[in-house]
């Protein structure tokens, strides 16, 4: 049939023609071509693309960022003539078609432009590749450990795709679910040919083989019992659903309209009979899509690099059933029968579960299993949950009006199903509650407006006395017309996450039911692999997916720690850590700074005046002992205060010390807060970081009153270096033995973006970026952080310019004013980048790299023409599920304290990209749980690292962490810019904070400007 376009009518009726080229047998001849070497995978190019010239940032197969023979300089070249791009080849570099993009001018310092094809710098994904994996570490001592993923068998069959389209459109996956369930219940047997097939929820719909017609209608009813107010019905669930290449096409239209009937009376008393009627016609498909073939040959390990297709069609076929047996949230799957829930307080349990995902690695597909735990709501009677979530009896006494704000808060948007009918229940979503009680709640019953009371209405209708009326009525369905449920005839319907933020002590009950034991988790794991039964799983064997039961067994290595320099006045000047973590004992701050004006101020009523004193002696006696020189002495009497006048103290301690002090400024600010302090916290720290320029140091009453000297030395470590001190640093560096880092002037950034919790709907995201400015030490980080729009992960002020109406354009930004800062205090500009970027998802690898890097690019070239020192950029990634266990949990010596893996495990080979640059390192010594070691990505490389140069620099940092005496599990300048971007969460005005809708109309506002003696330390640890 051929492709045309359809007239709009009320049907939306179209037709997709399945696409005939690029067979299975012709995919499969290219991709033997060039396994042996005779030509490279088929590629398709538009003839008349435009191209910039080749990137000349290529070589020792690595993509872009290897080196070249004939390659000189790294800067990046001026230019006089505009760059073009016409005529210019397609590039191949190690059998992959690399196709340059339409290349940019930028704008430099002395007015010329630069081409980003003379940087070798893409300018879109299209001409991106990631750098290849430059070999496998040698250094540190072999190993072997296990790792969650289970390693899987692919199918020799046929994948088919097709294309499905109901119309009217239904937003609900689960009611899309249900419609295909429906029609391979009905037509598996006859008209599908027997074929089982696997479905999104969405668009695509796969099967093993092709379907047995050319041209088929279906009518489905669907008939459903259950309200399913705003089209939503049973658990949450967002699985993705990407657009995929087209093998079939399988189009549906509506005969009918969705009817959803309603009651006359605005508490429903009718049952609702949901009709989706959908006629589902497809055209025979062809062999599978070129794209499809070769992500599966990619995954068979004979093609160098694949489409995510075949991966997520894989995942959905493995998703099938366990969508039908738990409850989906993301990529995990919960149900109480997995373990039994425990309670978390005001209403909340824990459900246990387990995550899957499949991925490509060096030895195939693996599916990756790990377990998993969420805070759900009680299937409770709603009665019983409010009780629950005011924390007092409500049967006998009226709601507040505080009260029913927090009642409102809780239940809105919950599912309930109703207990007055017998056995019909009915399921409706909370929009609110009634601000009058039962008892004076009226409603029309005809178009005359006769009215009757709620109470009448249940007991006429349904011989049901409502006894508490002193209660609020639940509003529920469309806010635009009441419907009225009395709190006592509703329940929660089981099976809804808990979306909104967590209270301190249910985060904490929740983490206990996370923190398993290494051997514990193992075994966990492997029963939920064996209870999955992916071996009898119906739709695994359709598409002949077979799943091992077995832990992966994975080489590894355990690098060895670095040795730590202190300084020659203490009885011990360096040291060498023991299993991640060493002490100071006998050992002084290689640079120990000086705090001669200090005061008090005391927010804790708890602690007396002799208390503070006395901890405030012990605090500065620790100092004196670590290398620090400490003024016993505060410039003023300890000064006590009320947490509600947290402003107006610290001002009157800022200005009574500075007229003591006669305009000069103070070194510190101690602060004594209760346990519990609310805002208090962060309104200091705003308040003394953007206002009056105080470097603070904040103190736990419990701390106080305990005195432990480990504490002690914690909290003198951090004063160190919030005067602008180094607490220790690598011997490597001041010997300048780190390879790639000691032979010329670098700096180390590091970069995170952290994003408002769930329910903030339009507070800003916070991005924070620090970068080393001591150099060869590299210990010392500046930060630096910004204010963007809600949840935006690109970070939009690496550089920006503006106009300015005397100097023009003026050129700034995060990523240049750090390198400025570098200048000054080292003498010596940066000839070389690492930029470690936290925080960002597979899937906007590409997106980041573009922007940031080019973000980085222009802010050196508006430094300095010419300017262009070489870049690394690094993601660092926390937020995923593989686990490494060691292979015998009864050898202690393969083992730290708590069971788990030695600290500097790492892993670069068989559950690793097939290709890319990455590795897993488990940096730090596990205290409580399984370690969760850190997956570093290199996405730019023109530095040339080698893999045991990058693992052992990245190890090496993680020793470097200032705060404690302990190796930590991400490399530390993530971990500062972390700090520094939740620090400035507390800089935001309180609007802003709570998420109201004028912040995000008025856009986003900047954050208060942190004060310069403030900016050069690092105020955030």
């Given amino acids: 049939m051929p492709i045309r376009q359809m007239k709009e009518t009320s049907e939306q009726h179209f037709v997709i023609k399945p696409q005939l080229q690029n067979s299975m047998n012709s995919a499969s001849k290219s991709s033997k071509t060039a396994q042996n070497g005779k030509g490279p995978p088929p590629v398709q190019e538009s003839q008349n693309k435009q191209t910039s010239p080749p990137s000349r940032n290529r070589g020792r197969r690595r993509g872009w960022g290897g080196r070249k023979s004939d390659q000189g300089d790294a800067f990046m070249r001026p230019s006089s003539r505009p760059c073009t791009v016409a005529d210019k080849p397609i590039v191949r570099e190690n059998g992959r078609a690399i196709v340059p993009a339409l290349s940019t001018n ?30 496998f570490g040698q250094i540190g001592t072999k190993c072997i450990v296990k790792a969650n993923h289970f390693f899987a068998d692919l199918p020799d069959k ?73 089209g939503e019905k049973g658990c949450i669930s967002t699985v993705s659903s990407d657009q995929f290449g087209l093998s079939g096409a399988l189009s549906a239209k509506e005969q009918e309209q969705l009817n959803w009937s309603a009651a006359q009376s605005s508490l429903a008393a009718d049952e609702p009979l949901q009709r989706i009627k959908s006629e589902l016609e497809a055209g025979r498909p062809a062999a599978p899509h070129y794209e499809l073939v070769h992500g599966i040959l990619f995954y068979k390990g004979r093609f160098a690099d694949g489409p995510r297709d075949a991966l997520q069609i894989l995942d959905i076929v493995l998703r099938e059933l366990s ?14 029968d997995i373990r039994r829930p425990q309670k978390l307080g005001d209403g909340l349990e824990a459900w246990c579960g387990f995550y899957q995902s499949i991925r490509p690695t060096q030895m195939g597909l693996s599916l990756n299993i790990d377990m998993a735990s969420a805070a759900f709501i009680e299937a409770l009677p709603v009665i019983e949950y409010v009780a629950q979530l005011l924390g007092k009896d409500v049967l006998s006494r009226t709601l507040s009006d505080s009260d029913r704000v927090k009642v409102k808060k809780g239940l809105r948007g919950v599912k309930v199903e109703v207990t007055h009918r017998g056995d019909v229940r009915r399921k409706y979503r909370v929009s ?49 017309k009441a419907n009225y449920l009395p709190m006592e005839a509703c329940k929660i319907v089981e099976g809804q996450r808990y979306t909104k933020r967590l209270s301190e002590k249910q985060i904490t009950s929740l983490l206990k039911v996370t923190c398993q034991r290494p051997r ?22 359709e598409f002949g997916i077979r799943i091992s039961e077995k832990l992966a067994t994975v080489e590894a290595r355990v690098l060895p720690a670095p ?44 602690v007396q005046d002799s208390v503070a004193r006395g901890f405030c002696n012990e605090l500065a006696q620790m100092c004196q002992v670590s290398g620090m020189e400490f003024s016993p002495e505060p410039v003023i009497p300890f000064y006590n205060a009320r947490p509600d006048q947290v402003e107006k103290a610290l001002k009157h301690v800022y200005h009574a010390c500075m007229n003591k002090l006669k305009g000069k400024e103070l070194d510190l600010l101690l602060a004594i807060l209760p346990d519990n302090n609310g805002s208090l916290y962060g ?79 339009s507070s800003p995201s916070i991005a924070a970026v620090v970068a080393s400015q001591d150099w060869p030490e590299v210990t010392k980080y500046a930060g630096l952080v910004c204010a963007q729009a809600h949840r935006q992960e690109l970070i939009q002020d690496l550089y920006k310019t503006w106009q300015d109406p005397i100097r023009g354009t003026v050129s700034g930004g995060m990523v240049r004013d750090l390198l400025v800062s570098f200048r000054k205090a080292t003498g010596q500009k940066p000839q070389r980048i690492i930029f470690y970027r936290d925080g960002v998802s597979e899937g906007q690898f590409y997106q980041v790299l573009l922007f940031e890097l080019d973000a980085i690019r222009k802010a050196c070239a508006s430094l300095e023409p010419n300017y262009q020192p070489p870049v690394t950029f690094i993601i660092v990634q926390k937020r995923h599920h593989t686990r490494l266990f060691a292979n015998n949990h009864r050898d202690k010596s393969s083992t730290d304290r708590s069971g788990n893996i030695l600290p500097g495990t790492v892993v670069d080979s068989k559950i690793c990209h097939p290709t890319e640059f990455d590795f897993y390192l488990c940096s730090h010594a596990g205290i409580q749980g399984t370690s969760r070691p850190a997956h570093y990505h290199v996405l730019w490389d023109e530095n040339n690292f080698t893999a045991d140069g990058i693992q052992m620099l990245t190890n090496n940092l993680c020793y470097t962490y200032a705060r404690c005496t302990r190796s930590v599990s991400v490399v530390p300048p993530a971990y500062y810019a972390h700090l520094a971007a939740f620090r400035a969460r507390f800089y935001m005005e309180p609007d802003l904070q709570e998420g109201s809708r004028v912040a995000g109309e008025l856009g986003v506002r900047p954050l208060p400007a942190l004060k310069e003696n403030v900016k050069r330390v690092m105020f955030y640890c």
């Fill in 106 to 135: 930028v704008s430099v310092g002395n007015g010329g432009s630069l081409c980003e094809s003379d940087m070798g710098y893409p300018s879109s994904s299209k001409s991106l590749t990631f750098p290849l994996r430059p070999g």
């Fill in 158 to 230: 046929d994948l088919n795709h097709y294309d499905v389209t109901i119309t009217p459109e239904v937003t609900s996956k689960v009611v899309n679910r249900a419609i295909m369930a429906e029609l391979v219940k009905l037509y598996k047997e006859s008209e599908l040919g027997m074929r089982l097939p696997a479905y999104d929820g969405r668009k695509g719909l796969y099967t093993a083989g092709e379907l047995p017609f050319a041209w088929k209608e279906f009518t489905i009813k669907l008939i459903d019992d259950e309200d399913t107010v705003n």
């Fill in 323 to 336: 969508m039908k047996r738990f409850c989906p949230v993301g990529r995990s799957f919960f149900s109480p």
């Fill in 432 to 480: 609110g509650i009634t601000t009058q009680p039962t008892r004076e709640l009226v409603f029309p019953v005809d178009d005359n407006s006769t009215m009757k009371s709620v109470v009448e209405y249940f007991q006429e209708m349904y011989g049901f006395t409502i006894q508490y009326t002193h209660l609020p009525c639940l509003q529920v369905g469309n806010q635009k």
């Fill in 520 to 541: 514990d988790r193992e075994n966990d794991i492997l029963q939920t692999v064996q209870h999955n039964g992916y071996d009898q799983d119906p739709y695994a064997k």
């Fill in 563 to 606: 040795w730590l320099k202190y300084h020659e006045s203490g009885k011990e000047k360096d040291c060498l850590p023991q299993v991640g973590q060493w002490n100071m004992m006998n050992k002084k701050m290689i640079n120990g700074m000086t705090v001669s004006r200090w005061a008090c101020v005391n927010f804790s009523r708890s």
């Fill in 683 to 761: 309104d200091l720290k705003r308040i003394c970081e953007t206002d009056l320029g105080l470097i603070s140091q904040c103190c736990l009453t419990k701390h106080v009153f305990k005195m432990n000297k480990q504490y002690l030395a914690n909290v003198s470590l951090k004063i160190n270096v919030k005067m602008g001190g180094r607490n220790t640093v690598l011997l490597d560096a001041i010997s300048c033995r780190i390879p790639l880092v000691s032979d010329i002037p670098t700096i180390i950034f590091g970069a995170d973006v952290t994003h408002p919790e769930n329910g903030e709907e």
